[in-house]
């Protein structure tokens, strides 16, 4: 690092932040686009580098500035005045108590923090944007925007004002929200983003915070929004939306009578070929179809996802396997058979398109009739990514055809007298 910043450059931030941060909260340097966007969850050191930020730019220390530029009028922007002064600046990773020499005076009265070079920050908040109508800035600070209650006035009015110094400059931190803004944030490619996940954190966080949280909330849209920094969200097409999955998962696995493992196998057995789709899934006694596992393989070869089909069917003491034959057909079955010819292989061949025939399982999820013993977070991004045209950027629903055939196969019933089975005894 001393070489990128030079001998003087160095001595500058001998002691400070910037030398023992994590790389991934490097600032904004030269060449890069002029707004940086940090998504991340809880604790994972968002408002700290925010700060870090704030009182470098303050102060003109490299890499944060180029040239030691100071950029003396700074915008504060968070939800309202009281949270930017209460995580901001006086947070216990706020501006005042990181900084560990030259720290600001705030003025409480006057809504501002003053450096000793003469360096201003301006607080102001999402409630009022008519507020940022009239100052100008040469850097800013959005915290938490995702939750802003005006979220796009007052961000728009905040760009007019930014028009100060030869590069003016933005760092938005904020745990991830489906919101417009955010969409067009990180569709905008003038925009650089970085997603900042908890366990980079570790260090910095109360022993066992991750430990816990994870438990309660790991693989739920709250715990991948609220701790990984993930945007999740819905497309308008979908057949499935976040609220459906949400509601069909369980915590403990009825007994249930057959279980089936449902293979989708990719067109061919090239590496850039698409994945083979393994779901399993149970029926239980009320008639409600459980998902157990999803064993999708990525890119494998023939050999490969048949035997990863056959583990998962005697891991789950299963019925049978049925897989899709309209890309390969006898040779799906005997590939499988290859790997275990005692394992029972129903051959099923399509004859509707993919949208028609997820329909049906799409309904018995609104009607609570289709349960998830378990998280399965590829398998439910692909539900809710699944529209008319197939998924975002063309890929192939591989794991949501192999869902549809499980579900297809258990729903009418199937043949004979099945065992009652309780998964995990």
Not at 22 to 34: A, D, M
Request: proline share 5%; charged share 25%; aromatic share 6%.
């Amino acid at each position: 690092m001393h070489r990128e910043l030079g001998l003087r450059g160095a001595r500058l931030v001998d002691g400070e932040w910037l030398c023992f941060a994590r790389e991934q909260q490097y600032p904004l340097l030269l060449g890069e686009p002029p707004i940086w966007l940090v998504s991340g969850g809880r604790g994972a050191g968002k408002t700290r580098l925010g700060a870090e930020w704030v009182n470098a730019v303050a102060r003109g220390l490299p890499p944060f500035t180029q040239g030691r530029r100071v950029h003396e009028r700074i915008a504060l922007v968070g939800e309202t005045l009281g949270d930017v002064r209460e995580v901001m600046i006086e947070g216990p990773s706020g501006i005042l108590a990181t900084a560990r020499k030259n720290r600001a005076r705030y003025e409480p009265s006057r809504r501002r923090l003053i450096w000793e070079n003469g360096a201003v920050a301006q607080v102001f908040s999402s409630e009022d944007p008519e507020s940022l109508r009239g100052p100008q800035f040469h850097a800013a600070w959005c915290d938490e925007l995702a939750k802003w209650k005006n979220a796009e006035a007052t961000f728009d009015m905040l760009q007019f004002g930014l028009r100060l110094g030869a590069l003016p400059r933005q760092i938005i931190t904020t745990t991830p929200r489906p919101t417009r803004l955010m969409k067009r944030l990180m569709a905008d490619p003038s925009v650089k983003v970085s997603r900042f996940a908890k366990a980079g954190n570790m260090k910095n966080l109360a022993p066992g915070f991750i430990a816990t949280l994870s438990q309660r909330y790991g693989g739920t849209r709250l715990g991948r929004q609220e701790l990984d920094g993930e945007l999740i969200d819905d497309r308008e097409d979908a057949l499935w939306t976040r609220a459906h999955v949400e509601a069909a998962h369980v915590e403990a696995v009825p007994a249930l009578g057959r279980i089936v493992v449902a293979v989708d196998p990719p067109a061919s057995a090239r590496k850039s070929s698409d994945a083979c789709g393994i779901v399993a899934a149970g029926l239980d006694f009320q008639g409600k179809v459980v998902v157990l596992a999803d064993a999708t393989v990525m890119a494998a070869r023939p050999q490969d996802w048949a035997q990863a089909a056959v583990n998962l069917f005697h891991r789950l003491e299963a019925d049978c396997i049925v897989a899709e034959v309209n890309q390969g057909g006898d040779m799906v079955s005997a590939v499988i058979r290859a790997q275990d010819a005692s394992v029972p292989v129903r051959a099923v061949r399509a004859r509707r398109g993919k949208w028609t025939r997820a329909e049906p399982v799409a309904m018995l999820y609104q009607q609570h009739h289709v349960l998830h013993a378990g998280r399965f977070a590829a398998l439910e991004d692909e539900m809710c990514d699944f529209g008319r045209d197939g998924l975002s950027g063309g890929r192939s629903p591989d794991r949501v055809d192999a869902l549809v055939w499980a579900v297809s196969e258990l729903v009418p019933g199937g043949t004979g007298e099945p065992k009652i089975r309780m998964i995990g005894e």
